[in-house]
């Protein structure tokens, strides 16, 4: 089955600097990588997603990128503000039954420090 | 994006009750739905997929007679935790798709079996 790996688990940054998080991937199946936000004692809500026919997407202060050959694909926030502190988890998916069937990375804790 | 509901968002309950928790699409039609357990610090676990009108499928190591979900129509699912114990607290989350398409979170119902 799919395995996802997710780096690293925990990342620090100061406002209004970069933060990167990235994902491997193991399935060439896969081929379609959301990236979901969780707040303390919430359920993760959707930030951006990549399709496999797009290297890269941008949303704001949001990109994703996908080095498909590699497996690899990163997130990456501008501009930190503390309201991005949460658990960010990266997804792969490919379609099964006629549903995408989702494996999650282990989650990354990002802290924003004002 | 869409809405996914769940309740109750939190309960209580003794050993050895049974424990129902409701997972709706609000703005969308569903033709499938996930169940998803986690545990502190930790990513998201699979329980099971249903699709509406079918039985669900369970992942590997699930209890299909303790972890009950009916998935009567293309807005309601729910998961019925059966004969409770301390060691099935958790926070169970649930979400819901279109064939093909992204999967919406709820916000999660947090169980605590006393």
């Known amino acids: 089955g799919e395995n996802v790996e997710q780096h690293p688990s925990t990342l620090s940054v100061q406002e209004g600097d970069s933060a990167v998080i990235k994902c491997t991937y193991s399935?060439?199946?896969?081929?379609?990588f959301p990236w979901y936000k969780q707040e303390l004692g919430k359920g993760p809500q959707l930030i951006i997603d990549?399709?496999?026919?797009?290297g890269e997407k941008k949303d704001q202060r949001i990109a994703v990128t996908l080095n498909k050959t590699a497996k690899h694909f990163s997130l990456h926030i501008t501009e930190t503000q503390p309201e991005d502190s949460a658990v960010y988890f990266c997804?792969?998916?490919?379609?099964?039954?006629?549903?995408?069937?989702?494996?999650f990375g282990t989650g990354t804790k990002l802290q924003v420090i004002p | 994006g869409a809405v996914v509901s769940q309740h109750p968002s939190r309960v209580i309950c003794k050993s050895g009750t049974s424990v129902k928790i409701e997972c709706r699409s609000l703005?969308?039609?569903?033709?499938?739905m996930f169940w998803y357990r986690q545990f502190p610090k930790q990513s998201l676990m699979l329980m099971a997929t249903?699709?509406?009108?079918?039985?669900?499928?369970?992942e590997q190591g699930v209890e299909k007679d303790k972890f009950l979900i009916n998935h009567a129509s293309l807005t309601l699912s729910t998961l019925t935790v059966t004969s409770a114990h301390p060691e099935d607290s958790s926070f169970y989350i649930c979400?819901?798709?279109?064939?093909?398409?992204?999967?919406?979170f709820g916000p999660g119902t947090r169980l605590l079996v006393l």
């Open positions: 249903s699709n509406e009108g079918s039985k669900a499928t369970y």
């Open positions: 990549i399709r496999s026919n797009v």
């Open positions: 997804a792969a998916s490919f379609s099964s039954g006629g549903y995408q069937k989702v494996t």
């Open positions: 979400s819901a798709s279109l064939p093909q398409e992204t999967q919406y």
């Open positions: 703005d969308f039609q569903a033709t499938t």
């Open positions: 399935d060439s199946a896969s081929n379609y």
